[in-house]
Nanobody, 114 residues
């Protein structure tokens, strides 16, 4: 079955960096566009970034442009999100998602303190 397992979150100071990973299985990863979302306490889930199948194109929400980088390794079926210059507003649970599928992982908590 489809599995998405996020990892790499943690507690980091303002301006710091974190690298998130999403290990996937149960579907042909290389053929799917992949996205990162996040959900802050009391807020709706927000789209963060997209990478197309094959990694030819990426897109980001304006608030993370120039700070976050989405990438993928089709050999290991893994999605990544490199997050630099983190701000307290980036605090959220981060989720990966395969475009067109309904499955979600458990998410990974990112907390940025001043």
């Amino acid at each position: 079955q489809v599995q998405l397992v996020e990892s790499g979150g943690g507690l980091v100071q303002l301006g710091g960096s974190l690298a998130l990973s999403c290990a996937t299985s149960g579907f042909p990863f290389s053929m799917y566009g992949m996205r990162w979302y996040r959900q802050a306490p009391g807020k709706e889930r927000e789209w963060v970034a997209t990478i197309t199948g094959g990694g030819f194109s990426t897109a980001y929400v304006d608030s993370v442009k120039g700070r976050f980088t989405i990438s993928r390794d089709d050999a290991t079926n893994t999605l990544y999100l490199q997050m630099n210059s983190l701000k307290p507003d980036d605090t959220a649970v981060y989720y990966c998602h395969a475009v067109g599928l309904t499955h979600w992982g458990q998410g990974t908590q990112v907390t940025v303190y001043p």
